[in-house]
Structure formats: C-alpha cells, structure tokens
C-alpha cells in the first residue's frame, strides 16, 4: 500500500530535507484519529497543485498533531499529456459528486460543470455555490485517497456557449452521443493527439438537445458513443475518461 496523502496550503518552508513538521488541523486529526498512522510510517504532503514531498511519523501527539521527520526535497509531478477535461451536465441529487470522485480516481485532469438545457438540477444562489464547494470538496479527498499529488480542476458552472469555446479550443473534442439517427462513432475508434487537450462533453439524462450539438459541431465537437449499452451521466464520464487514459497511454 502506497503512503497516504496529506494536503498542506504550500509547501515552501515545508519541507526542509532532513528536517521536521508539524501537521496539525483537520489533516493532522484525520492523521491521527482516523489513520490512527503511528511512529515508522511514511506519510505524502502535497499542495494538491503538482508538488510534493514525504517523510516519516516521528510521533503522534493529542488528537490532532502529527511530527514528521526525515522529509525529502520537493518534487513537482509534471503535468501529464495529453490533458483530459470532462464537461459534465449536472445530475440529479449527489451523482454529481460520485461522478466527480470516480473521474478524480482513474485521473481527470479538469471537471466542468455544465447547465445543460435537459438538466433537471439547477445551480441557482447559494445552492449552486454550496453545490460547487461539495464537487470540490469530492475531487480533494477523492485526490488524496487516490493518492493524486495534482487534483483535479474544478471550475465554475459553465453556460452552453463556454463550452461551446472550450471544445473549439481542444485538439480534440468529442461529444457522448447516442441516437441511431445521427451516426455517432465508436469513441474507441477516435484519432487521439499525443498532447494538448481533450475536452469530452457528457450531457444529462435527457441527453444534449439538437441546438446543443448544433452549436457544438460548429466548434468542431463530433459526437461518439461508447459501446452499445447506454450509460447513465454520471458514470459516461468515469467510463469513457477511463477509455482515453488507456489509449493515450497514460495508464502504461
């Protein structure tokens, strides 16, 4: 089992090779009282943005303090190519949030929240931003579970039309899209650049309207589909990112 993660604000000061820190706060309880981690483990501190560093347990104090020692140097994982971004339209009730944890898990670089026109959730007020703070607060343990040291981006609900721009600015862009009419090809069948971004859109239950894939196909979105079966929103993205990780040879 690879050391578990904790996440620090920064790691400059942190980490001085050979020395000590203290971590304390809620991630120095949940080392403590959770992980219950005692003296010879190894521990993983990260800021969540790429870098990293890790030591070892030299004591546990209290409920909430964790001493480490020996830390190593701070190392920067590099970002991976190509960068896979996920658009997802929004769920209902919390399939957002495990759709969210399972992309995290097989390594989505971005979510995007998407207000589709066929969704039923709507993110209004302040239950669209405490909705977001929950994506996010899914995607940072579900990155230190996982043992990501570079979280995924969760950025805000985005409109129709700015994911319009962000499919035109993808070296590849692909739509989820499945009806028999419109002649969607196999995503394992897809052209894939071996850098830049691609950016895969995954509509809600209702799927993506006519006018949305209109709009779309001018940004030089195609549409593909999975497999024969049908995949519910919240698991399309896991899936098909899974797929592309697997091709691009992320996962070799």
Known sequence: MTAPVFVVDS????????????????EGRHAVSVKRLRPGEDVVLTD???????????AAE?????????????????????????????????????????????????????????????WKGDRGLKALAKWRATAREAGKQSRR?????????????QVAALLADADLAVVLHEDREHGSAPLATAELPAEGDIVLVVGPEGGVSPA??????????????LGRTVLRTS??????????????????
Request: glycine share 12%; net charge negative.
């Open 235 to 252: 698991t399309a993205g896991t899936v098909a990112a899974a797929l592309l990780l697997g091709r691009t040879g992320r996962w070799s």
């Open 62 to 122: 209290g409920k909430d303090r964790l001493v480490l020692m020996d830390l190593a140097s701070v190392v920067e994982e590099p970002v991976e190519q190509p960068r896979i971004t996920v658009v997802q339209a929004l769920p209902k009730g919390d399939r957002g949030e495990v759709a969210v944890e399972t992309m995290t898990e097989v390594g989505v670089d971005a979510v995007v929240p998407w207000q589709a026109a066929r969704c039923i959730t709507q």
């Open 149 to 161: 040291v570079r979280f995924p981006e969760i950025a805000d609900a985005a409109t129709t039309a």
């Open 11 to 26: 790691l400059d000061g942190v980490a001085v090779p050979g020395g000590e820190f203290v971590l304390d706060g809620p």
């Open 48 to 58: 969540g943005r790429g870098r990293w560093t890790e030591g070892v347990v030299k």
């Open 212 to 225: 949305e894939l209109a709009l779309f196909a001018q940004a030089g979105a195609q549409p593909y589909v």
